[in-house]
């Protein structure tokens, strides 16, 4: 059973929690002995930032074991993580943790996450959005798909949206074929496969063509035989 009051005590202390804040090398520090033994001074002072994050993994394990009750209460304590944390790292595990929380304040949470400064917490919010599979996990997905200033969030909505098999989605991502970045397009191409069963590979003329309505042949695929053959070196 998730020790609660325990959990609750670290969680709350979030806002003034600055001890080991994350950045860019915080997987470094993690392996440095020095900054070990630098977080070992900090927790006998109070919580550090990775006993934070240790025990907010900890409560996303047990919340499907809670009642409805608690599940709104730490639904709303996480929401207010995702909204005042300083640190980009908690915000984004409370996402992942809000994303298993069928509520208005995971909704509310989850639209602050997906407009966060910090990329890893809009991926995370893409990531949770297609947990949810209804209207507004959709409109949120296609807005991220479509104006997102980064091209990673983008794929991330775009995998997001292979889990709604919708006319609006499937629109969206055909015109998403001619988008500029290759990265976008082939995305795009991925997810089209999970929602239409076809596969065109790469050729995104012949994926604008079939989600036009034309009855376009699949390519032929090689077997591993065949595959296995064509790379070895040719001598002639």
């Known amino acids: 059973m998730v020790r609660t009051r325990d959990i609750c005590l670290l969680l709350s202390l979030g806002a003034g929690c600055l001890g080991c804040t994350d950045g860019p090398f915080y997987a470094m520090k993690r392996a440095n002995p020095y900054f070990q033994a630098e977080w070992k001074k900090d927790r006998a002072l109070g919580p550090t930032f990775q006993d934070r994050l240790q025990e907010l993994d900890l409560l996303k394990g047990q919340l499907a074991s809670m009642s409805a009750a608690e599940q709104e ?3 709303q304590r996480l929401a207010a993580i ?3 944390d300083p640190s980009g790292e908690m915000r984004s595990r409370a996402v992942n943790a809000i994303a298993l929380l069928p509520s208005e304040s995971a909704t509310t949470a989850l639209n602050v996450a997906s407009g966060d400064d910090v990329e890893k917490v809009r991926l995370a919010a893409c990531r949770a959005w297609k947990l ?3 209207t507004a996990a959709r409109d949120m997905l296609l807005s991220l798909a479509q104006a997102d200033e980064s091209t990673s969030v983008r794929q991330a909505a775009i995998e997001s949206l292979s889990a709604f098999d919708d006319p609006e989605v499937k629109s969206a991502l055909t015109h998403l074929l001619d988008d500029r970045s290759p990265a976008v397009q082939f995305q795009v191409a991925q997810s089209l ?3 239409t069963g076809r596969d065109y590979g790469g050729d995104f003329e012949a994926w604008q063509k079939f989600m036009a309505g034309e009855d376009i042949p699949e390519p032929r695929r090689a077997n591993v035989a ?6 070895l070196p040719s001598w002639r």
């Open 73 to 75: 209460q730490w639904a």
């Open 82 to 84: 995702i909204q005042q």
């Open 132 to 134: 949810c599979s209804d």
């Open 193 to 195: 496969k999970t929602l």
């Open 226 to 231: 065949e595959k296995m053959w064509n790379a």
